[in-house]
């Protein structure tokens, strides 16, 4: 809904968490597809770096996914 309202799609906490590595954690896939769709309107490289981003702590949303442990977030981002 807020992306819809004009939120920026690669906004984050102040500790470097995007939205993404929140969904990557969570084991939302069909958001997660729906935020990966999103960010491929502005290009496929966007969509790597957003997947590579790191927080404060150098963790990536390949990170927070592993940590989530849902597998199917670990295929749609790539890693297995």
Do not use: F, Y
């Amino acid at each position: 809904m807020l992306v819809t309202h004009g939120a920026d799609v690669r906004a984050a906490t102040r500790d470097g968490n995007s939205i993404l590595h929140w969904c990557s954690w969570a084991g939302g896939v069909p958001l997660l597809r729906w935020l990966v769709g999103q960010l491929e309107q502005e290009g496929e490289e966007d969509v790597r770096e957003a997947v590579a981003a790191l927080n404060h702590k150098g963790c990536s949303a390949a990170h927070w996914a592993a940590s989530g442990g849902d597998r199917a977030v670990c295929s749609l981002l790539g890693l297995g």
